[in-house]
């Protein structure tokens, strides 16, 4: 390589933009989860005192990344971390509600620990509740860091700027995408493959509603795409498996995939040994 390349990389790094490691915010986030649900890790605290004191010193922490990373240099950093521990008991009560839900709603769910330890789709909602809290005190950086960690476990993508009602429901999960700009109600499931997305992609779109409104109690089987900033999916709806919506629906609409198999019988002879 030359030394000209060399130079350029070097200069990069002279120019790095100031922020912590990606591991060390998403080990603050995840304490915090610890904290809420110890069923995750076990540990517990010898009173309240010790739990209260540990609440404190991760609130110092948040402190601590947000006034090390530039991108936040132009808020008030204690007062931002302050008001996220101020509503963490509100998003606290939220979780639980989505806890339930997937209790609820899977028959394979044996209790509410379970969800809790070992669900993907949990994990993805817990880590995409926390970053939203944060982008909506105006925090940059960090809660994109915070929900591309929970995709990077999980196969969910939820833009942390997404707003999500109470009780939601990801079963499986894998191959979500919940765009910046959805809307998602109450009490709506989501299977694996789904995708609320833009109908186009384009720069000039960046503060324009792109993704769509799924108003309370939808269901959307997997593999189903929706799309657009004006397409509403009203309430009480189910979308069956691999459909494809850019239009909007009227409240308990019905919308279902039909597709057309065809079985070559020679064919199915050659794989199946079926005899003439």
């Not at 603050?28 to 610890?34: D, R, T, Y």
Request: one cysteine or more; proline letters at 4%; glycine letters at 6%.
């Amino acid at each position: 390589m030359s030394q000209e390349f060399y130079q350029q990389i070097f200069n990069k790094q002279q120019n790095l933009e100031a922020v912590p490691s990606n591991k060390e915010i998403t080990k603050w986030a995840l304490q915090v989860i610890h904290l809420l649900y110890p069923e995750q890790t076990g540990k517990v605290f010898a009173d309240v005192e010790a739990l209260k004191a540990e609440f404190t010193l991760l609130e110092n922490e948040l402190f601590h990344i947000m006034e090390v990373t530039k991108a936040c240099a132009d808020g008030n950093n204690k007062k931002r971390a302050s008001r996220f521990f101020e509503q963490l008991p509100l998003l606290y009560q939220v979780l639980n509600t989505d806890i339930q839900a997937i209790f609820n709603g899977d028959p394979a769910a044996r209790s509410e620990f379970e969800v809790v330890r070992t669900y993907p789709g949990f994990f993805a909602i817990s880590l995409y509740r926390l970053a939203h809290s944060l982008y909506m005190d105006d925090v940059p950086l960090i809660p994109r860091i915070l929900t591309e960690y929970a995709h990077s476990k999980t196969g969910i993508d939820i833009h942390p700027a997404a707003q999500i009602g109470e009780y939601f429901y990801i079963d499986h999960g894998t191959g979500i995408v919940i765009g910046e700009s959805c809307k998602i109600g109450n009490h709506v499931k989501l299977y694996q493959g789904v995708t609320l997305g833009a109908l186009s992609v384009d720069k000039s779109m960046a503060n324009t509603k792109r993704h769509p409104t799924v108003e309370d109690n939808v269901v959307i089987y997997s593999g189903s795409t929706i799309l657009g900033g004006e397409t509403v999916i009203g309430r009480d709806s189910i979308i069956g498996g691999n459909v494809w919506l850019t239009k909007s629906l009227p409240p308990n609409s019905r919308v279902y995939h039909t597709p057309n198999h065809r079985i070559l019988t020679s064919l199915s002879r050659r794989l199946f040994g079926r005899k003439k």
